[in-house]
């Protein structure tokens, strides 16, 4: 097996964005490489970058000193638990899955226990187009060594945290209450006032409340990142839900964030063309299901 400096577990859009251009020798594991629909596709992935495939994650956590789990959120601790079975002593595991803080110190705590080295890593916007400029922020004891691995694979936009594994992925989490909510509403309003046909009416005087903001142009960016990563939204806020109650602040909001999410995610639109045409395939999918 060809030698790598660096590992990924889990190598979906963000882990595609990272590997992009990436110089130094990099490996990947992922679970759609097993037999089956999706096999071909990841391994064209693996091709089309330059990836070292291996076949376990066994394999791939335990070869190399840098572990890049970039999972779905359902997965983190599964993945985690997974890795801890064959990481190297002294291997750095940063964790750049969008979860709750518990989950998050739960991961830690496997890792730890099998003589690795957690990072605490919450990626802060979207990995496209930025890819490795992406703003990261890092917390836990070995933050300032994941900070410097990272740098060397390529990474430019990291910040160190004080405290311990969850300050970073707090912040994200607690972060998106906000940037995914007002997804949510944004979606909302529009098809509202649309259905309604006062979508000028609406919109108007929502830009009139908020000089220099273009609220249209907002609900169709808004729509298209539902529609395409409404499934994967809805899980992470499921996470934001368990922040927010282990918090003790109440997570109602929210609730309806993931609620809304997921509806415009299991739609299965692609998120093409313009905000009419969202609109429309959105309003007719509803009404189809309706019927």
């Given at each position: 097996?060809?030698?790598?400096?660096?590992?990924?577990?889990?190598f979906g859009?963000?882990?595609?964005?990272?590997?992009e251009?990436?110089t130094i020798?990099?490996?990947?594991?992922?679970?759609?490489t097993?037999?089956?629909?999706t096999?071909g596709?990841k391994?064209?992935?693996?091709?089309?970058?330059?990836?070292?495939?291996f076949?376990?994650?066994?394999?791939?956590?335990g070869?190399?000193?840098?572990?890049?789990?970039?999972?779905?959120?359902?997965?983190?601790?599964?993945?985690?638990?997974?890795?801890a079975s064959?990481?190297?002593?002294?291997a750095?595991y940063?964790?750049?899955n969008?979860?709750?803080?518990?989950?998050?110190?739960a991961?830690?705590?496997?890792?730890?226990?099998a003589?690795?080295?957690?990072?605490?890593?919450?990626?802060?916007?979207?990995v496209?187009p930025a890819?490795?400029?992406?703003?990261?922020?890092?917390?836990?004891?070995?933050?300032?060594?994941?900070?410097?691995?990272?740098?060397a694979?390529?990474?430019?936009?990291?910040?160190?945290?004080p405290?311990?594994?969850?300050?970073?992925?707090?912040?994200?989490?607690?972060?998106s209450?906000?940037?995914?909510?007002?997804?949510?509403?944004?979606a909302e309003?529009v098809?509202?006032?649309?259905?309604?046909?006062?979508?000028d009416e609406?919109?108007?005087?929502?830009?009139?409340?908020?000089p220099?903001?273009?609220?249209?142009e907002?609900a169709?960016?808004?729509?298209e990142?539902?529609?395409?990563?409404?499934?994967?939204r809805?899980?992470e806020?499921?996470?934001?839900v368990k922040?927010?109650?282990?918090?003790?602040?109440?997570?109602?909001?929210?609730?309806?964030?993931v609620?809304?999410?997921?509806?415009?995610?299991?739609?299965?639109?692609?998120?093409?063309?313009?905000?009419?045409a969202?609109i429309a395939?959105?309003?007719?999918?509803?009404?189809d299901?309706?019927?």
């Amino acid at each position: 097996m060809e030698r790598t400096d660096l590992n990924f577990i889990g190598f979906g859009e963000a882990a595609l964005a990272f590997a992009e251009g990436m110089t130094i020798p990099f490996g990947a594991y992922d679970r759609k490489t097993a037999p089956g629909a999706t096999r071909g596709a990841k391994l064209a992935d693996y091709r089309r970058l330059g990836a070292v495939p291996f076949s376990d994650n066994a394999d791939a956590v335990g070869s190399v000193d840098l572990i890049l789990s970039l999972v779905t959120a359902d997965q983190a601790l599964p993945a985690a638990r997974e890795s801890a079975s064959e990481i190297q002593t002294g291997a750095l595991y940063c964790d750049m899955n969008s979860v709750a803080p518990d989950t998050k110190r739960a991961a830690a705590g496997l890792i730890e226990a099998a003589g690795g080295r957690y990072v605490d890593v919450a990626v802060m916007a979207p990995v496209h187009p930025a890819r490795r400029d992406v703003p990261l922020l890092l917390s836990g004891t070995h933050a300032e060594a994941g900070a410097a691995a990272l740098r060397a694979a390529g990474f430019t936009r990291l910040r160190v945290l004080p405290g311990g594994v969850g300050a970073a992925s707090a912040t994200k989490m607690i972060r998106s209450v906000m940037v995914k909510g007002l997804e949510a509403l944004t979606a909302e309003c529009v098809l509202a006032a649309t259905q309604a046909g006062l979508r000028d009416e609406v919109f108007g005087a929502l830009n009139a409340s908020w000089p220099g903001t273009d609220w249209l142009e907002k609900a169709d960016y808004n729509l298209e990142r539902m529609m395409v990563h409404g499934i994967r939204r809805a899980e992470e806020m499921e996470e934001v839900v368990k922040t927010l109650d282990g918090l003790g602040t109440g997570s109602a909001m929210t609730r309806g964030t993931v609620e809304r999410q997921r509806a415009i995610g299991l739609l299965g639109l692609t998120g093409e063309g313009s905000l009419d045409a969202k609109i429309a395939a959105i309003l007719q999918e509803r009404r189809d299901e309706a019927a």
